[in-house]
């Protein structure tokens, strides 16, 4: 597969190239509760959002992301990167120590997260703990603010061309901050990395050399969008080089997994090796045959790990 995307591209502009090269109707994205949604839908949702992102976070650069691993993750994510706001995805299941030192690292105001998300992942106290310091944004409230006159204006949003938008943004850069993820706070408090546009499209070059990958492909991403891996190989790959990717909620969900990836027909897997190991004492003997590239990174990959699944899957 050829390069999809210019290198003085933004990521943002580089999305709408993908769109231009699959077409509106590719699959592109899905997650557990939402069936794949194409070019075209994840498109006009992204501007949906963004056209109520735009009234609410004002001259506001530096913006905190606390989703999970669902569709509302991408789709928030380059929303804000369609009005070059710079997304600061945190780490939710650091502590509070780690979460308020990231915000002040990178000057967070307001953070965009999901009342359904920490209800269920019981994330209440990270808000108490945080909003003196921030305001939060609930994604299921901004829905309600939405008109349909905002509606009718992210329809036509979406209906953009690459050239297009950067002709209405003529002063975005491939050197602009796109993204600012942290580190794991191993040597201290969390670190704040700025990755320009530039950094990430490099990245995804790199990750082609090694990867022959196809528009046929399907990746599963249980990686969260807060970790660099997940982030990087298991997002923004699949999304600009227009292959169907599935991301799923939690890497750790042993037993349920495996079939995942044997119903969608997965053929690349990022994850580390605990998750694989895992993967792999759980999976039945036909889950795992769909999967031609498998990739351990974050942590070493254990010789147990590489014999299991070689052993049981020939991978």
């Excluded at 298991?234 to 939690?250: M, N, V």
Aim: a positive charge; aromatic letters at 10%; glycine letters at 6%.
């Amino acid at each position: 597969m050829g390069e999809p995307f210019a290198p003085q591209e933004t990521l943002y502009e580089a999305l709408l190239t993908a769109v231009e090269t699959h077409g509106k109707q590719h699959a592109v994205i899905r997650d557990a509760d939402t069936d794949s949604l194409n070019y075209g839908q994840f498109i006009l949702r992204s501007q949906v959002l963004a056209t109520a992102f735009a009234k609410e976070l004002g001259d506001e650069k530096y913006i905190g992301l606390m989703l999970p691993n669902t569709l509302a993750s991408p789709i928030t994510f380059f929303a804000l990167q369609s009005l070059c706001k710079v997304p600061a995805m945190l780490n939710y299941t650091a502590g509070m120590p780690q979460l308020r030192s990231s915000c002040k690292t990178a000057g967070i105001k307001t953070i965009i997260t999901s009342k359904l998300f920490i209800r269920k992942a019981e994330l209440q106290h990270l808000v108490d703990g945080l909003q003196d310091m921030v305001r939060f944004i609930y994604l299921e409230d901004l829905r309600k603010k939405i008109s349909f006159i905002s509606r009718i204006k992210a329809f036509f949003a979406a209906r953009q061309s690459a050239a297009g938008w950067h002709k209405a943004h003529p002063d975005a850069r491939e050197n602009d901050a796109a993204v600012v993820l942290f580190t794991s706070g191993s040597e201290g408090l969390p670190k704040g990395v700025v990755l320009s546009h530039r950094n990430l499209m490099e990245n995804l070059r790199q990750i082609t050399t090694i990867l022959p990958i196809s528009k046929d492909d399907r990746l599963f991403n249980p990686l969260p969008l807060f970790h660099s891996f997940g982030f990087t190989c298991g997002t923004l790959l699949p999304l600009l080089y227009g292959i169907e990717t599935y991301i799923y909620i939690s890497p750790l969900h042993y037993q349920t997994i495996p079939g995942l990836i044997r119903d969608f027909g997965a053929s690349i897997l990022f994850a580390t090796n605990t998750f694989l190991s895992g993967y792999a004492r759980y999976a039945g003997k036909d889950d795992l045959q769909s999967l031609k590239h498998v990739f351990a990174g974050g942590e070493k990959l254990r010789d147990y790990t590489r014999l299991l699944w070689d052993d049981r899957f020939g991978i």
